[in-house]
């Protein structure tokens, strides 16, 4: 990639990267926002978007060969925020083979016998792959919080269930990330940004169009009650959690298209700031390629087949 691209992606997710959160406001954080991109420039992104698909399947190539970091991209949203649809358009190229996704669901009662962290420990990327979790660990500081009546079904010791929990563990994450980045996984987090009135949009559509009722839960609905609950757990979770080496993105999601836009270069600069490369032969290995091709080459034809 040039300079003139480095430079452009640099300037277009600066102002939704957090690396330090102690000042983080999330609502300074306009989720209809389009970073000064006007409708005229949807088309332009969605091809944009189609060259990244492309530059990401080489580098995922290169991060295969050279095996030695591992990539691990963390989405968290509110319901029909666009989760599924952003990790279906950005990541459409990747090789199946180097990639996963792991959705995490509501904790099973052999989960729930181990700490919370099991679970997603058990979902790591190996060194060469990519890892994405579709929703987290941080569900932990988030639907827990906002229903702590989850808490009862942890077993958790009745002495560690204090006014502290909340900030206690995300202390343990923010702890967790920074011993991942330390052994070469290299982490993004997105939490994508939709308002509520657009979240209210989404739902209205996935009930009067049949094609999508199957997206619909009745669940989601009632989440809403616990809007301003939500936001402020997010708030303090990415407040306690973004660093330079696991950053937050807090993406606008009010525009699907936007949105994969930002999703897309993040992930663009991360790749790019590995300095991924296939790996140079030791000068024993090119001579045993050579020598392979000049045996190759020297090999007759093969006579051609005679028909019966």
Known sequence: MDAKSRKRIAKLIAPYRVDDGRRFRLDRHDPADTGGLGSESKD?????????????????????????????????????????????????????????????KAPTSKELDHDYLWRSNAALPERGRIGIFNRSYYEEVLVVRVHPEILGRQKLPDELVTKRIWKERCEDIAAYERYLSRNGVAIRKFF??????????????????PA???????????????W??????????IRATATPEAPWFVVPADNKWFTRTVVAAAIVDLMEGLGLEYPALAEPQQAELAAMRERLVAQPAPSPRKRK
């Open 44 to 104: 332009a992104a969605k091809l944009w978007l189609q060259e990244t698909v492309h530059w990401l399947a080489e580098e995922q190539e290169k991060l295969f060969a050279q095996d030695h970091w591992a990539v691990l991209l963390v989405f968290q949203a509110m319901d029909a925020a666009g989760k599924d649809s952003t990790i279906k358009h950005v990541m459409s190229g990747i090789n199946p083979q180097g990639c996963h996704v792991t959705s995490f």
């Open 192 to 209: 994508l940004n939709v308002s509520r009135e657009e979240q209210a949009r989404r739902f209205l559509e996935r009930i009067d169009d």
């Open 212 to 226: 999508k009722n199957w997206k619909f839960a009745a669940q989601d609905v009632l989440e809403r009650e616990h």
């Open 228 to 237: 301003d609950t939500y936001m402020s757990a997010f708030e303090d979770a």
